[in-house]
Every structure is written in C-alpha cells, then in structure tokens.
C-alpha cells in the first residue's frame, strides 16, 4: 500500500486527532504530556461510535429521503413542485448520506488501521469535508427560509419560489466541492507511530498531510473551517431565529390584546 511516513516535512492536520511530526507518535505538538491513553481510548471506543452513527445516519436520512419522495409523487408543478424547507432537506440528506458512507471505512481504521488504499483515502476525506461544509449551510438556508416565512411573509418584495432554492443547492454543491479537493489533494496514508514509551507500532492512518513550506494552507484551512464551517452559518442562524422569536412574541402579545377587547 502507498503511503507516506511523518516526519518534520509535512504538518499532519486533522480536525479530530492530529499525530506529532516531529516526534512521530499521537501526542500534540509542544504538549509535554503523554497522550498514549488518549490514543488507547480513540481505537477502543470509536469503532463503535462510527458504526452506531453509520447506522442511525443511514436509516434516518433513507426514511427522509422516502418521505420526502412520496410527498414529491401526490405534487404537481414540475421540478418546483417542493417547498424551499423541503429542497434543502432533500440536498441536507443526500450530503448526510454521502457522509455515511465514509464512517465504516474510518471505524475499521481505528479498530485496525487503515488498509483501504489511497484512492479510498482521498474520497472519504474528500466527501467528509464536503458534509462538513455543506450540511451546516444547507441548516443555514433552512432558518433563512423560515425567517421570511415568518418575519416577512407579507412585508417582503422578494417572493419564496423553489427554484431559488435550487439554485442557491447548486452554489452551495459548487462551493463546497472546491473547498473537498483540498482533501483530494493532500490526503495521504500516513505511517505513524502510536503506543507507550519504548512500545511504539507503525500505524497507518488517512489524514491531511500539508507541507511545512506550504503554510498559507496550515493557516488558511482551520479558518476557513472556523468562518465557513461553523461560524458565518452560526450568525446566520442566530440572526434568523432571533428575529423569528422575537417576531412570535410580538404576534402572541397582538393576539393576547385582542381578546382583551
């Protein structure tokens, strides 16, 4: 199998677990400590994890999917024929399910190592990072639809249609897709060293492996995770259910005043 060992050329980046270069075992870089029963605990235990959430994710997003599908065939209008909610809840499942996928590969690798090759490697990390930015956007766009559903829903001079919905999928998809090749790029099968002191076993793992010249990358990736990832979604969100409460309260206060009368 094709794989790179750590060493001080390349900085391994991986949101989860990240192993040292510099000393080649699975403790942080410039953390004194020893991390072994960190590492013993992560092969103990995700194995499960991964294969608990690979279930649930798999038949809860096929059960949307159906759902979703059947609502689709008793509609007429065409390919906008579903409501905004629904389009995003469509896309939101598909990158679930793309996600899916990936878990048992992952469980097999902390359960053993990872022994599905490079090209496994590149995809499933390709179609992690995808779900990673895709699906908190499409969670995004969901309360943006419920904000002028609510907030607007006769005040706004931009009308609700389902093709706008389809369209900003398609940007997202876009988007997203780009930021995967990342993954398709500096993916690699990494040989690491993992166990206590004077115990050391090679294990190969599938992560993120930047070169050390290329440090715009080891900089520009966590936050464009922190910014597009988590934190312009999180605004957004906060933002639209802020006003939706607050536009709630407003209208229960208006319907309490009226029966007063």
Known sequence: MDHVKATTNYYIYDDNYSFSPETGSSQSSGVPCNLDGIMDFTRSYSPVVYSLVFV??????I??????MRYRTSQTG???SFSLTDTFLLHLAVSDLLLALTLPLFAVQWAHQWVFGMAACKISGALFSLNRYSGILFLACISFDRYLAIVHAIST?????????QIACTLIWTVCLGLSGVDITFRQVVKVE?????????LLVCQTVFPHSSVQWQVGMP???LVLGFGLPLLVMLYCYIRIFRSLCNASRRQKRKSRL
């Open 223 to 225: 936050l464009v995770n």
């Open 194 to 202: 993992v166990g206590r002191s004077g115990d050391h076993q090679g």
């Open 78 to 80: 065409g390919t906008c």
């Open 157 to 165: 001079g931009w009308k609700r249609n389902t093709c706008h919905a």
């Open 63 to 68: 059960l949307v999917l159906c759902v979703l």
């Open 56 to 61: 649930l994710a798999l038949v809860g997003n």
